[in-house]
């Protein structure tokens, strides 16, 4: 199926998935009534990954952050869900996202995956499935700062192929890769 075709739009995106150890999930555009799943999912992360995923400490997201976050254009701010249905409700266990800056070819990705489905594959699915938005949105390049700490992230970019572009004496990573290279992986 080509790009295009999944994408009709990206506001409805939704694919089923497989984890590496073989468990099926579910890709998913972000909605603005997923308030309460971003915010349960950012409660259930740990301060440890809260503090790689934001470089910093944050102790909540305020309803501003929630709104920002779940009310998306889909163009220059997509924002995808790795979830599970458990006993008949939906939980977040993975959110990527990519934003544009200035130049809108070029985006931002940044990844929170709940502690215990990280090393499963999450952010790998959650990076392939922006770069497929990313190309119908003419995006050519994801870059992403990570801290040097940050070892799976890091390895999770190493994997996709993600160059270092530069370290920062903050102990920051810059990293970038071209969307049209990854389609050749």
Same mark, same amino acid.
């Given at each position: 199926?080509?790009? =295009?075709? #999944?994408?009709?739009?990206? =506001?409805?995106?939704?694919?089923?998935?497989?984890?590496?150890?073989?468990?099926?999930? =579910?890709?998913?555009? #972000?909605?603005?009534?997923?308030?309460?799943?971003?915010?349960?999912?950012?409660?259930?992360?740990?301060?440890?990954?809260?503090?790689? @995923?934001?470089?910093? #400490?944050? @102790?909540?997201?305020?309803?501003?952050?929630?709104? @920002?976050?779940?009310?998306?254009?889909?163009?220059?701010?997509?924002?995808?869900?790795?979830?599970?249905?458990?006993? /008949? =409700?939906?939980?977040?266990? /993975?959110?990527?996202?990519? #934003?544009?800056?200035?130049?809108?070819?070029?985006?931002?990705?940044?990844?929170?995956?709940?502690?215990?489905?990280?090393?499963?594959?999450? /952010?790998?699915?959650?990076?392939?499935?922006? @770069?497929?938005?990313?190309?119908?949105?003419?995006?050519?390049?994801?870059?992403?700062?990570?801290?040097?700490?940050?070892?799976?992230?890091?390895?999770?970019?190493?994997?996709? /192929?993600?160059?270092?572009?530069?370290?920062?004496?903050?102990?920051?990573?810059?990293?970038?890769?071209?969307?049209?290279?990854?389609?050749?992986?």
């Amino acid at each position: 199926m080509a790009d =295009r075709d #999944i994408l009709g739009d990206a =506001r409805d995106y939704c694919v089923d998935a497989m984890t590496l150890d073989g468990a099926p999930i =579910r890709i998913r555009a #972000i909605r603005p009534d997923d308030q309460d799943r971003l915010h349960e999912h950012f409660t259930g992360l740990s301060e440890k990954s809260v503090y790689f @995923r934001f470089m910093g #400490i944050k @102790r909540d997201l305020s309803p501003q952050d929630l709104r @920002r976050l779940t009310e998306l254009d889909f163009k220059n701010h997509v924002g995808l869900a790795a979830t599970l249905t458990q006993n /008949g =409700r939906e939980r977040f266990i /993975g959110v990527g996202r990519y #934003i544009c800056g200035a130049d809108p070819r070029r985006a931002e990705v940044a990844f929170a995956v709940l502690d215990e489905f990280q090393g499963h594959g999450i /952010g790998t699915l959650l990076l392939e499935h922006l @770069r497929l938005i990313a190309d119908a949105n003419a995006v050519t390049e994801f870059e992403a700062d990570v801290l040097g700490e940050n070892r799976p992230m890091l390895e999770v970019f190493a994997h996709s /192929g993600f160059e270092t572009d530069r370290s920062f004496d903050s102990g920051v990573v810059h990293l970038h890769r071209s969307t049209n290279e990854m389609l050749k992986k």
